[in-house]
T-cell receptor, first 114, second 116 residues
Framework: DSGVTQTPKHLITATGQRVTLRCSPR?????VYWYQQSLDQGLQFLIH???????AKGNILERFSAQQFPDLHSELNLSSLELGDSALYFC?????????????FGPGTRLTVL | AQKITQTQPGMFVQEKEAVTLDCTYD???????LFWYKQPSSGEMIFLIY??????QNATEGRYSLNFQKARKSANLVISASQLGDSAMYFC?????????????FGTGTRLTVIP
């Protein structure tokens, strides 16, 4: 158990809908990262938050947004869902932002868009 | 260009034998970190081992060791005394030090199957 929690574990929804994925980092970790794992794109970095502030963006679609709250948990919002958004979404946390700290991953949320 | 290349889509190893999973990387940043993660069929990503670009010695964590050859830009994972529970996908990843970015770039993974 990495100490990172993600809810829900599975999510099934329809095209055009909006969903919210939630992540709680390890106790004391200030950084939260979101990654998408799909069959065609592999593991891709989406976005990084450090202590409530956005630090870096990767291949995140405009339909996707995220935030990190004062209690350090983070939410990833996916809207106008398409079939191609079906993937495993991981949250990871590390102790500090611009450092060499290891990222510990949560169990992931498997999103299926029908 | 791919930042992380894993050329072995699948590997087989006999139980109790050692196996090497290959990883090459591409970066012009002098400061970087290399990671290996294990993803069992249940889906979670488990951190295995880390090697920093300035580390003089190869990293080791229990049965895992990282064969770091900086000039060749390779960071192969060696698993000794393979166990059935080692059957999983293994991902090599890199973090670059420039601009303070800390996100990981992942390879395509190697599926390891341990044969009893």
């Amino acid at each position: 158990d990495s100490g990172v929690t993600q809810t829900p574990k599975h999510l099934i929804t329809a095209t055009g809908q909006r969903v919210t994925l939630r992540c709680s980092p390890r106790s004391g970790d200030l950084s939260v990262y979101w990654y998408q794992q799909s069959l065609d794109q592999g593991l891709q970095f989406l976005i990084h938050y450090y202590n409530g502030e956005e630090r870096a963006k990767g291949n995140i679609l405009e339909r996707f947004s995220a935030q990190q709250f004062p209690d350090l948990h983070s939410e990833l919002n996916l809207s106008s869902l398409e079939l191609g958004d079906s993937a495993l979404y991981f949250c990871a946390s590390s102790a500090r932002g611009p450092s060499t700290d290891t990222q510990y991953f949560g169990p992931g949320t498997r999103l299926t868009v029908l | 260009a791919q930042k992380i290349t894993q050329t072995q889509p699948g590997m087989f190893v006999q139980e109790k034998e050692a196996v090497t999973l290959d990883c090459t990387y591409d970066t012009s940043d002098p400061s970087y970190g290399l990671f290996w993660y294990k993803q069992p069929s249940s889906g979670e990503m488990i951190f295995l081992i880390y090697q920093g670009s300035y580390d003089q010695q190869n990293a080791t964590e229990g049965r895992y060791s990282l064969n770091f050859q900086k000039a060749r830009k390779s960071a192969n994972l060696v698993i000794s005394a393979s166990q059935l529970g080692d059957s999983a996908m293994y991902f090599c990843a890199m973090r670059e030090g420039k601009t303070g970015a800390n996100n990981l770039f992942f390879g395509t993974g190697t599926r390891l199957t341990v044969i009893p």
